[in-house]
């Protein structure tokens, strides 16, 4: 069992834990001034512990334009002021971890802001000088021209004239982040040391922000190259040079082959996001089957050893659809995007509660898979108490707003004057925060948070959700997803109804004749395992977790 209270000396924690993911901004305003702040973070952290999650992931809280909600960074080493000062923020690390909560934080390396001193600097430099070649400059718009674009929305080139470098510079986002020059060893150094600024902190890891593309070659996609997994390489042994029980989530939206190269041989990254996983998830519930997830964790090869995936179902970016085919694509886009105002880039951005119709059976279920799959589950903060969204907000702001504390003014996330909030609030019938609230749902011993607590805590108690292999068992009703997890002597099966009507399926268990699974929720027996076919039947998008006792 994971102890909480304290920081264990672990290499490997981030198997074990359960992450949250939050933006300051949108989390508790302490000063009244309109926006969420590290000191009421701090405040809210008795919550956050509560609910059990063991690692906190915060969104770029540093100086910036905000016109990318931060990931357009102006200064690696300094706080927003909006969120508070650099003690504020280094109180709550140390908050954080006396609660035995960990805290990773993002380095976004591939762009800055053109905001940043770094660019300021290189566009009136001289072509060819140092200070210029922080960043990827060319006279023509016709370099790299197989990188395809990625906010397809907004931009229509990855090249932006600057009127005062007389240059064209390269952006793979916004055309306000120019990307840095990695070709530049100066510019990883700078890099570095920004790195080696949070982590003397005490930050206990980074995501790594948009990492596929921090190096471009002609006649390339310039995306996940050799010379990029050579600096990743550099950054991971500048890592472990000097600190330890450290790091790196890789943020690779590519399918699964060109993923596990950012573990390299455990030597880039120690974790990755599983992005083709997280679709397939939305797509075999619409379609009540199996398949979509059998086949990807099929085509999912094995990762070494020290590694680990991160899995999600919601997070603050639209759910790309980046990683599936194109049938997918429009398959997903009719089933949980009808409206196209719900679309965005290549993807939907809405929170999962509304895109399973507020079910609480389906939010349920998908939880359920979760925090039972192969990796470390990652909640986003709202969707433990079922958040709506508001596709009206533009950008992805829709999935952004304030969390809901309660029903008082502004939802108890501020004072402010409601017009002064850095977004308004939900208020609709039936996701506003009249309805959907942490106060109410902690009254409420039947609410989705409660709900939310009582699996992560169940979860917490046995390690091979995070470390165990994973066993598919495939009965003839493909409604029923079956898989087996096992680490040391700990065995459990997972079965799951993925369809809106009662089930029952016929499960080959022969191995374990003999044996009585337990269900993990209420600890009762089942019938006992013998040779012939094991008879689960279930309710609509019923789930069980099955403890298979040696
Ligand atoms: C990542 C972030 C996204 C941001 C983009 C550009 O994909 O998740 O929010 O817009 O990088 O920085």
Redesign the pocket.
Known sequence: MTQSGEIQDDPFWYKDVIIYQLHVKTFYDSNGDGYGDFAGLIEKLDYIEELGVTCIWILPFYPSPLR??G??IADYVNINPLYGSMQDAKNFIKEAHRRGIRVITEL?I??TSDQHAWFQRARHAPAGSPERDFYVWSDTAEKFEDARIIFIDTEASNWTFDSVAKQYYWHR??AH?PDLNFDNPAVTEAVLEAMRYWLDIGVDGFRL??IPYLIERDGTNCENLPETHAILKQLRTALDADYKNKLFLA?A?QWPADVIQYFGDGDECHMAYHFPLMPRIFMAVHQQTRLPIVEIMRQTPAIPESCQWAIFLR???ELTLEMVTDEERDYMYSAYAENPIMRCNVGIRRRLAPLLENSRPRIELVNGLLFSFPGTPIVYYGDEIGMGDNVYLGD?NGVRTPMQWSSDRNGGFSKAQFAQLYSPPLMDAVSGYQVVNVEGQLMDKSSLLRWMRRIIRLRKQYKVFGRGTLEFIEPANRKILAYVRQYESQTVLCVANLSWSPQSAELELSRWAGKTPIEMFGMEAFHEIDETPYVVTFAPYGFYWFLIEK
């Open positions: 990318d909600d990931y357009d976004v591939n762009h986002f916004f982040q922000d948009a943020e939206n997070n603050h970016d992805r």
